[in-house]
């Protein structure tokens, strides 16, 4: 019988924004050779100082790439030495450091800029190895359509992107038209301390369904998600009356989703929350309202940690005078507008807002001062977090120590970070990896309940 063909090694050329923005990416490429130009180690070298993220992932990179090269010889180098991941796997594939190659001909981009003397390295290539598809993997669109429309192919980094449409990223709750009880065949109902749980069968529509998750539907039932095996599904049978008339802090839920939101912010048994949904749709005001009762009124937590992902911050907040709190308060406007928004009916805001800012142990920090710290019994509210890559957001959550709680809030309509798309994101990233986590829990918010005008906006603008 006849042997089927081998699938040709391709040769992956990464650019600098890809090591930026997974410093892992090297060892993702499987049984394919991986190629570094040498303009991409300048540019690594380049951003490498400083203490913002990007210089933190050069750095990381740069160990990476030494680490795997190891005590190899130029010679080796340049003929490509074998990717190991972890002592006792084969290798699999080669990386190879390359110098900027000079093409045969006049037909090559002009080399004032970096873009371009990487383009002029991979055409090159091609010309040397017209047996090998040499690739090039940019997070650049307009680096990738300048190498195709040179007659190079280019494709983004996509190992971290779990989701092909953006659509398909989990909301937090399934919602049935009508009665939810309608299309259910068979239950087994019991009562456990109180507590009213539904056994029902993993089947149809419910085999989507993951933990943590909620069932609405349009008579008023509403159920949580509290265990998933294979074959089967246990709901906690959740009252609504109760869940939106729950108060904290002064704050009562505007609609069933935020009820479902604070539902798990308050939860002691839930350790990573993030909360999706536009402008105005309630998410900074439900974490703060949530961290505040459960510091000062509770005492479950000791401290809250705000920070956020803002472009020009880690750049800026070094040349700001006063203390760290003092360079992060323009950042963190939002939490002090919300601060004002739960007091606005009492008789000096003014007063209560500070009030609370100096009885409430709640710290702004930038994320360059979260690197490195472990954080017990807080509460870390992560705004803005759609702006962060996956492997930021693997940091940051890497911080909670023992008894904390991560809060995550994002739009995934407002990225304002170069490279990152709704599906790259880190917020997507993390939403998708830990929808099956039993002490994690997502609510997608719906709605603009900030005003006539801004839901106006919302929709016609």
């Known amino acids: 019988m006849p042997r089927a063909p081998q699938a040709r090694k391709k040769m992956y050329v990464l ?42 992932d050069c750095r990381q990179a740069i160990r990476n790439i030494d680490k795997l090269l190891g005590d190899a ?51 090159a290539l091609q010309e040397q190895h017209k047996s090998r598809d040499i690739i090039l993997v940019s997070k650049d669109i307009n680096m990738r359509l300048k190498a195709r429309g040179f007659g190079v192919e280019a494709q983004d980094y996509h190992n971290d992107q779990l989701l092909d449409d953006i659509d398909l990223l989990p909301k937090g709750y399934k919602e049935f038209s009508d009665s939810f009880w309608d299309k259910i065949a068979k239950v087994e109902t019991v009562q456990r301390e109180g507590v009213t749980e539904h056994l029902l069968k993993r089947e149809g529509e419910l085999a989507r369904l993951n933990i943590n998750e909620f069932v609405i539907d349009e008579r008023g039932f509403i159920g949580q998600v509290v265990d998933v095996s ?48 536009s402008a105005g749709s309630g998410k900074t005001i439900l974490a703060l309202a949530a961290c505040i009762e459960m510091t000062v009124a509770s005492k479950l937590y000791k ?4 920070t956020r992902s803002t472009q020009g911050l880690d750049e800026d907040i ?91 809030l994002g739009n995934l309509a407002q990225i304002d970070t170069p490279y990152l798309s709704p599906l790259s994101s880190g917020l997507t990233y993390m939403t998708e990896r830990f929808k099956g986590f039993s002490h994690g829990g997502h609510i997608h918010l719906q709605g603009v309940p900030r005003s006539v005008l801004a839901e106006f906006a919302e929709a016609n603008l």
Not at 260 to 271: E, R, S
Not at 363 to 370: A, D, E, L, R, T
Request: glycine share 6%; net charge negative.
């Open 15 to 56: 650019d600098t924004n890809v090591l930026i923005h997974d410093p892992n990416a090297l060892l993702n490429f499987e049984e394919h050779d991986v190629i570094i130009p040498m303009t991409v180690l300048e540019e690594l070298d380049s951003l490498k100082s400083g203490k913002q993220s990007v210089a933190a």
């Open 73 to 123: 010889s130029p010679k080796d180098i340049e003929k490509g030495v074998p990717i190991l991941r972890g002592k006792k796997a084969e290798p699999l594939g080669a990386l190879s450091i390359i110098m900027s190659t000079e093409r045969n001909g006049n037909h090559s981009l002009p080399e004032h800029l970096n873009d371009n003397k990487i383009i002029n390295t991979l055409a």
């Open 230 to 277: 294979p074959d089967q599904l246990v709901i906690k049978d959740l009252h609504q009356h109760d869940l939106m008339n729950e108060e904290v802090w002064g704050l009562v839920p505007r609609d069933i989703y935020q009820a479902m939101a604070l539902h798990l912010l308050l939860d002691p048994d839930i350790h990573l929350v993030n909360l999706t949904g």
């Open 303 to 306: 401290r809250i940690i705000a």
């Open 318 to 408: 070094g040349f700001l005078p006063g203390t760290e709190a003092e360079k992060m308060e323009p950042w963190l406007g939002a939490i002090v507008d919300n601060l004002e928004a739960l007091h606005e009916d009492d008789e000096n805001m003014t007063a209560s807002v500070d009030y609370i800012l100096s009885k409430v142990p709640l710290h702004f920090k930038s994320m360059n001062y979260i690197r490195g710290r472990s954080f017990q019994h807080s509460l870390i509210i992560i705004d803005e977090s759609q702006n962060l890559t996956p492997h930021q957001i693997k940091t940051i959550i890497t911080r909670a120590g023992n008894g904390s709680k991560v809060i995550c």
